[in-house]
């Protein structure tokens, strides 16, 4: 082969090879450069679903057959879930709690509260205190002999104690029936009002032993529902 064919051939190959290396350094560079939508040591970001809060739990199904009130409203008191329970299963473990703290208290809280006097009722026992006040008898004939006695010393000076005994009988009668009638009516003035202040104070007294009752059934109560994880107030 003449020697310019050899140099030629070699000039090619050379040529071919410098391509290629070329070639593939270009390729290489490509694969090794970093994305350019993710800076190099940018934290990866997180799928789509993966950042999504979790759906929260349904609430359990009903444990019992749900009543339609509120055992709660019933004695005047508001509960409040503290472990997720839903509104039926509430009414339940109400209705649970009133039945068991009525067992345990032995108070019944439908037992309705009891009603202040009337005008009437006060006026009744007003009546019936006056009619029963004890009244002075005797008045008119005390006072005609205390009326005669003085009347007779007077007529005696006079002159004619006969005479002025019976004039001082007709007085005394009359001050003696008035000073009665005074004291028979200031008796019954003080026992109508004692009469209308009993009802008043048996009035009291009941109501301050149904509170104190209810208050104590309140308490059971309660405390069944903080066991079951709900505040009441």
């Known amino acids: 082969m003449p020697a310019t064919s050899i140099v030629s051939a070699f000039r090619v190959t050379t040529l071919f090879c410098v391509a290629t290396l070329s070639l593939y350094s270009v390729g290489c560079g490509k694969k090794s450069q970093p994305d350019a939508q993710t800076p190099a040591g940018a934290p990866a970001q997180p799928s789509s679903t993966s950042g999504q809060p979790a759906a929260p739990a349904a609430p359990a199904a009903p444990t019992g057959p749900v009543p339609s009130f509120s055992a709660a409203n019933k004695v005047g008191l508001y509960t409040n879930p503290g472990s997720g329970q839903s509104h039926d299963q509430q009414l339940i473990d109400e209705s649970n709690c009133y039945n068991s703290a009525q067992q345990q208290t032995g108070v019944n809280p439908d037992t ?31 006072g005609a002999a205390r009326g005669a006695v003085g009347g007779a010393a007077i007529g005696g000076i006079a002159g004619d104690a006969g005479t002025g005994a019976a004039v001082g009988a007709t007085v005394g009668t009359v001050r003696g029936g008035r000073q009665q009638r ?22 009291q007294s009941q109501k301050a032993a149904y509170d104190q009752q209810l208050n104590t059934f309140k308490r059971a109560f309660t405390a069944c529902m903080d066991a079951r994880g709900y505040s009441v107030k």
Do not use: F, L
Request: without cysteine; charged residues 15%; proline residues 9%.
């Open 112 to 142: 309705p509260a009891p009603q202040p006097p009337s005008s009437a009722d006060v006026q009744a026992a007003q009546a019936q205190a006056a009619d029963a006040a004890p009244q002075q008898r005797g008045g008119r004939a005390r």
């Open 182 to 203: 005074k004291a028979n009516a200031a008796a019954k003035d003080q026992a109508s009002a004692q009469g209308g202040a009993q009802v008043q104070q048996q009035y």
